[in-house]
């Protein structure tokens, strides 16, 4: 393996931003925040299209066609209610009942309450929860149930977890019962059902999860990722990632610990169909967001390989999106993780660089800034890795979303430019030199209006990031060639606008700055000459002059 600048590896927390004097460590601090923005919506769609069709599973656990299920919408929602209320009635008074043909009354109504509960839109879960579904979907879930009867009740509890908050705290007495399901005695499919409203339940709140966790949920949901079912190691994995997201790392550390699990990432990453590798990717991203050590360890069984190789390789959004961020977590690492990644990436066309390039030019939003996001955390490596990106064909597509893309991506964008043009933090040196050639060349392609417009913004961030730049710029360029750069387009009427800007830190940057290169003495030579600085500044020791001519006073 390459070892391009390892030795002037940074630590993961400060590569994000190494331009920024002012605002120092905040690269992993970041990325466990975006570790926790993804929460439950990007699932309700997928839930309720899987769990709503007008399918059924036979006893060995296929997918087969069941009778039609009702279609919902607004002017039926009333019939709707009124036919889950009598449903759910119908469903106590089976499971009560004993005697010959109980059994099959007691399928048939929980069947019928599982199709009403699956319609495409509006399906009446709040009817059901206040006619009392959830006690008796809990009793159906008790050991000895037959397989059949276990998958209506989860498939039952799935759907009333995927609506909103009250809905899934709805299903909160099931979770034991649900949970136990998932082990290795219970049909494939029922504990697959089981690990999809587990899944539901763990997408709706940090308590939620802490609540799982405590009941036993991770280790067991572990092991149906190791399956080599489809299917199951899918929904598991997707369960996964949606109990381990952030803030804290102890779930994902826990995770890592089980026996075989890296292993079954990678070969899930290699051989998975590409829904497979969705929700693995999703649970990378977790791992490797929330831990350096989770990172080290998927190095080491192989995952960049085949990390690698589905975003050079795939053109769905669903995918690429967890790959890039995965990816861009394992550079926001130490340059080692950076030079793995690039290796891994060898025998692909155009490297990783040319498939992030790629992203960049795409028209998804999402896929440019992710990219944007990887692309900033190689550039804040080594020396070689910035001159690696400067000469590569990332440049003109970073320049070109500076000025034309939508404001978060062009933040993403401005993290990568202004990385690009600092030397490595060596030791203790806290502000980083400019490169120069780099400053000059992204200047003369015209990025400086870009980061004028970040300065100018109410996202403080932003205008942060925009201030560090021109402080670059203004410090970097010889011969007061910065100063002229930035007053051509501008950049002193967007610093005197944050004079008395509420934020402390926005505002004493931009006067220091002004102060500093635009103060009262800015532009004299230029419209009286040279030397004249010395003339005004020597004015004073002339004493040929009366009092009044110094604008000294006189006594009377």
């Given amino acids: 393996m390459s070892s391009l600048g390892s030795s002037e590896a940074a630590s993961p927390a400060s590569r994000r931003d190494l331009f920024k004097p002012s605002v120092q460590n905040v690269a992993g601090q970041r990325r466990r925040q975006q570790a926790g923005i993804i929460g439950k919506e990007r699932r309700d769609a997928a839930v309720r299209a899987k769990r709503m069709r007008r399918m059924s599973v036979s006893s060995d656990g296929d997918i087969m066609d069941d009778v039609e299920t009702p279609f919902c919408d607004e002017n039926s929602s009333k019939v709707l209610e009124e036919s889950a209320f009598h449903a759910v009635q119908e469903f106590k008074s089976a499971i009560s009942t004993l005697g010959k043909g109980a059994a099959q009354r007691k399928m048939e109504a929980i069947r019928n309450l599982r199709r009403l509960l699956s319609c495409n839109s509006l399906p009446p879960l ?227 660089i040319g498939a992030l390039a790629h992203c960049l030019m795409n028209e998804h939003r999402t896929l440019q800034k992710e990219a944007a996001w990887a692309v900033s955390n190689i550039a804040a490596g080594s020396l070689q890795h910035k001159q690696m990106l400067f000469c590569s064909e990332v440049l003109s597509p970073l320049l070109h979303l500076m000025a034309t893309a939508v404001f978060d991506v062009r933040k993403e964008v401005a993290y990568a430019l202004g990385n690009l043009c600092v030397t490595p933090m060596v030791g203790t040196v806290r502000i980083p030199e400019a490169i120069l050639e780099h400053l000059t060349v992204l200047i003369d392609r015209g990025c400086l209006l870009g980061f004028i417009s970040l300065v100018r913004s109410p996202d403080l961030e932003a205008s942060r990031l925009g201030l560090q730049f021109l402080e670059l710029v203004l410090r970097g360029l010889p011969n007061g060639q910065g100063t002229k750069l930035v007053e051509k387009v501008d950049g002193i009427a967007a610093m005197e606008a944050l004079e008395y800007h509420e934020n402390v830190e926005l505002r004493n940057m931009a006067n220091e700055l002004t102060d500093r290169y635009f103060g009262e003495d800015y532009g004299i030579e230029e419209e009286y000459g040279p030397g004249i600085m010395e003339v005004v500044k020597g004015a004073d020791d002339v004493s040929d002059y009366p009092p009044w001519r110094k604008g000294g006073i006189t006594n009377s």
Avoid at 145 to 165: F, K, R, V, Y
Avoid at 214 to 222: D, E, R, V
């Fill in 126 to 352: 709040d009817a059901a929860i206040e006619a009392g579904v959830v006690p008796s979907l809990v009793d159906c879930l008790a050991f000895g149930s037959s397989d059949e009867q276990l998958l209506e009740a989860a498939w039952c509890l799935t759907n009333i977890a995927s609506g909103d908050s009250y809905q899934t705290r709805a299903v909160m007495p099931a979770l034991p019962f649900l949970i136990a399901h998932l082990g290795e005695r219970s049909a494939v499919h029922v504990a697959e059902q089981c690990a999809w409203a587990i899944g539901n339940v763990a997408g709706e709140g940090e308590d939620l999860r802490e609540t799982l966790l405590a009941q036993g949920a991770l280790f067991p949901l572990g092991r149906l990722l190791l399956s080599n079912r489809s299917s199951t190691a899918r929904t598991a994995a997707w369960a996964l990632s949606n109990l381990i997201k952030g803030p804290s790392p102890a779930a994902a550390t826990e995770l890592m610990k089980l026996d075989g699990l890296p292993e079954a990432i990678v070969r899930h990453m290699k051989k998975g169909d590409d829904e497979l590798a969705v929700e693995v990717a999703w649970v990378v991203v977790y791992l490797t967001a929330l831990s350096e050590m989770h990172s080290e360890v998927l190095i080491r069984v192989g995952l960049l390989a085949p990390l690698v190789g589905r975003l050079a390789s795939s053109d769905q959004l669903s995918l690429l999106t967890p790959v890039l961020r995965s990816i861009g977590n394992f550079v926001a690492g130490d340059n080692a993780k950076t030079d793995a990644v690039l290796e891994a990436g060898k025998n692909i066309h155009g490297g990783v």
